[in-house]
């Protein structure tokens, strides 16, 4: 079972999780898209403040958004249950779907021109990974 620190950790990874999902569905409307707007000018590329809103844009932000929103519920759930050792299994699932989005959107964000956002890539699987490092819940399935 985690304790402490590491429990908080990981329900604050979840909430950062849901929260920039509510930054990018809030992108879908010119009116709410400042956050995100900004991260696009951030990482140094079109779409940023200025740029113009289109309609495709506002969809596709939408639908990222809801889709962390989502993602970083089931994986709240899903964490609490491994925290309290009933489902030892979550750790490795969780991890290992954390690989298969790292890969693609971190070499499609270098290969499109966003390499930028390959750094809070990094940042998101490195903050998931020191808690399950940590306590070494990728080294034995039993707790």
Known sequence: MIRGVWRVWLD??????????????GAAHPSTSFAARSYYAMIGRE?????PFTTEMAFSLGVLGSVLIGWG??????????????????????????AA??????????????????????????????PVLATGRLRSQSA
């Open 12 to 25: 604050v990874w979840c909430a950062a999780t849901i929260g920039l999902g509510l930054v990018f569905v």
């Open 47 to 51: 779409g940023g403040v200025g740029a």
């Open 101 to 130: 989005w790292f890969i693609p959107d971190t070499a499609i964000s270098i290969a499109t021109g966003y390499a930028l956002n390959a750094v809070p890539n990094l940042l998101f699987l490195t903050t998931f990974l020191i």
């Open 73 to 98: 519920v089931l994986v709240l759930i899903a964490l609490r249950q491994a925290v309290e050792g009933r489902a030892p299994w979550v750790w490795q699932a969780v991890t290992v779907s954390l």
